[in-house]
Structure formats: structure tokens, C-alpha cells
């Protein structure tokens, strides 16, 4: 078997490249081809999950936080051709947040968490697609594999990532603190959102979460009812009445305690179509964590896209 071990040297804080010879050494204990690459910036994990792949890897291993696996997928997704052969997908958990670890179990210890990737067989995993506009025009497409979302959480995630940049200490604290924070400043943004072939429907929104895995936003239960296996996307919409019933609210969602909630409405769908409501009007998005790109969007669930060890 060949690996193509992928390492994003900054996630969580650089916990990713702390442990990055420890994990490489536990891997070539079992197997002898372990190729260990380093992201060098945004969407090189995406380039090198392509190479690996055209390399003829067996198996993929993403080493950081969710944006980095998200690059990884979207890297092996695009890639691939009809009935071509696809590399299996693996991930060690080391980011600030790590949402999409939460639906699997694996241990908290990196080097230990590569070993039980090992054991474990690989299955059929939704992936999602989405094509987007870009702030200076055109059209922009990538998969993501555990949640994509716009409206507050598009600003949380890009201050979120600003604070990274600048070197502020990683966890899910900081993604508590710069929610709250948004929602003291946030303008709640009106869109037109379409699930399958069901008839539009117009809404000022807090948020809107375009789900495969259940967590985001460090920890937030935002799909409580998400399986990363349903060929489904969980679609969350949460209305925006007044800050104050968000805030109040708040820790209702990281417990996944928000589904009954008059604002809250979810619904299980393959396909989503995202407007503003007011022409011209810039909402931005974000994919796994990742801040790119904007209103009007499309999102279709590619049901077990990867072959992910897990
Ligand atoms: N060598 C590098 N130097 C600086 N930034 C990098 C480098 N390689 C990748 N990146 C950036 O790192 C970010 C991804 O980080 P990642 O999501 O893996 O960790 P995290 O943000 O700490 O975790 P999480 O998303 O789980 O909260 C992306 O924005 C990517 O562009």
C-alpha cells in the first residue's frame, strides 16, 4: 500500500507539524510507503491530494483541521474520471475546531489515531459540490465534506481565520468568542432558498448550514440528526427575529437542542439553490471552515463519493 501523508504545518496552532514525524514514523512501522508532503498556503492540500492521486497512492491522509481535509477532498473529487480509480481518503484530526472528526471516533493522540486509520476498513462517504459566485465575477466550483454555510457564520469564519493569521491561540473558544461577537454586529442578510424541486422560499437568516457531517463552528451541533452516509445534505435554516433570542439560544446548538425552536427549520435534500433576495447583494460563504466566494450558489450531495477509512 502507498500513503500520501498531507500536512498542513499551521493548523491548530502548528499542532499538525508538532506531531507530524511521530505520525509519519507510526505509519512506516506498518507500511513502508509513507510520503510525507507540507501544505505551503491556501488550496495546496487541494494540488497534493491531486498528485498523490495521479501518483497512484492508495491512500490519502489529511493531517490538520477541517479545511485542510475539505482541499483534500475537493483535491481527489475534482481530479477523478469517469471510472477511474480514486485513492481512499483518510484524516488525523489537528485543527482548531476539527468538526468532522466528531461523527467518527478516533483517538485524540495523533500518532494513535494514524494506527487505528489503519485497522479500519474503508467506507462509502457523501461528499458535496457547490458552484459559486466570485466576488469579482465569474463562477467558482469546489466539494467540501463536512458543512458549508452563509450568512453569520461566512463573517465567523473569516474573522476566525483572520485571528489564526495573527497568531491568536487556536480552540473552540475562539470560535465561541467571535460568534458572539458576531452576533452583536452581524446584518442579518434576506435570500431565496430552494431545496429539490420544491418551491422557493424567502427568508432573512441568521444562518444557513448545508450539512453532511452534524458540527462546525468548533463544536456546534448544527444538523443534530446529519449522517456523513445518507446521500443526504441536512439543510439547517436558522431565521433571524432578534439578537437577543440567538444569543439566548446559542448554547441550545452546540448540544443540538435547537430542532424544535420556531425559528429553526430542517430538511433533508440532494440538491440546494441559495439567492439574495435583493439583487446585487453580496452574502459570503464558507466550506469547511474556508471563506471563498459568494451568493448565488448551488449545492449537490454526491452521494459516497470518497472511500474514507473511518
Ligand atoms: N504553510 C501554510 N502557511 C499558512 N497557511 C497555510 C499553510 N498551509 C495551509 N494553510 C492554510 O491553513 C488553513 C487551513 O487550516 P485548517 O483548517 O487545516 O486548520 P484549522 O483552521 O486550525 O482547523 P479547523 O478548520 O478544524 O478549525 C487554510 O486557510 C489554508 O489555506
Request: charged content about 20%; hydrophobic content about 45%; glycine content about 14%.
Amino acid at each position: 500500500m502507498r500513503i500520501g501523508l498531507i500536512v498542513n504545518p499551521v493548523s491548530g496552532g502548528g499542532r499538525a507539524s508538532r506531531h507530524a514525524e511521530a505520525v509519519s514514523a507510526a505509519l512506516e512501522r506498518r507500511v513502508p510507503q509513507v510520503d510525507m508532503r507540507f501544505t505551503l498556503g491556501r488550496g495546496h492540500a487541494a494540488r497534493l491530494a491531486e498528485d498523490f492521486a495521479g501518483e497512484g497512492a492508495d491512500l490519502v491522509i489529511a493531517f490538520g483541521g477541517d479545511g485542510t481535509l475539505g482541499e483534500v477532498a475537493d483535491g481527489l473529487l475534482r481530479g477523478r474520471s469517469p471510472g477511474g480509480r480514486l485513492p481512499q481518503l483518510g484524516f488525523i484530526a489537528a485543527g482548531t475546531g476539527s468538526d468532522f472528526r466528531r461523527n467518527f471516533s478516533f483517538s485524540s493522540d495523533p500518532a494513535t489515531a494514524a494506527l487505528e486509520l489503519l485497522d479500519r476498513p474503508a467506507r462509502p462517504i457523501d461528499a458535496g459540490r457547490v458552484s459559486f459566485s466570485l466576488p469579482g465575477g465569474g463562477e467558482g466550483h469546489r466539494h467540501f465534506l463536512n458543512i458549508a454555510s452563509l450568512g453569520i457564520t461566512g463573517d465567523i469564519v473569516e474573522t476566525v481565520n483572520r485571528a489564526k493569521m495573527e497568531g491568536t491561540k487556536s480552540g473552540p473558544l475562539v470560535y465561541l468568542l467571535h460568534t458572539l461577537g458576531a452576533l452583536l454586529r452581524y446584518r442579518f442578510p434576506s435570500i431565496r432558498i430552494a431545496l429539490d424541486d420544491a418551491a422557493p422560499l424567502d427568508a432573512q437568516v441568521a444562518a444557513v448550514a448545508v450539512a453532511n457531517g452534524a458540527w462546525f463552528g468548533g463544536g456546534m451541533k448544527i444538523a443534530p440528526d446529519a449522517r456523513v452516509d445518507d446521500g443526504l445534505f441536512d439543510v439547517v435554516v436558522v431565521r433571524a427575529r432578534n439578537r437577543s433570542t440567538l444569543i439566548a439560544n446559542l448554547a441550545r446548538v452546540y448540544g443540538g437542542r435547537h430542532r424544535s425552536h420556531p425559528d429553526v427549520t430542517i430538511a433533508r435534500a440532494s440538491t440546494v439553490t441559495v439567492h439574495p433576495a435583493a439583487p446585487g447583494a453580496i452574502i459570503p460563504l464558507e466550506f469547511d471552515g474556508e471563506d471563498l466566494g459568494c451568493l448565488p450558489a448551488r449545492y449537490d450531495i454526491l452521494p459516497g463519493a470518497l472511500m474514507v477509512r473511518g
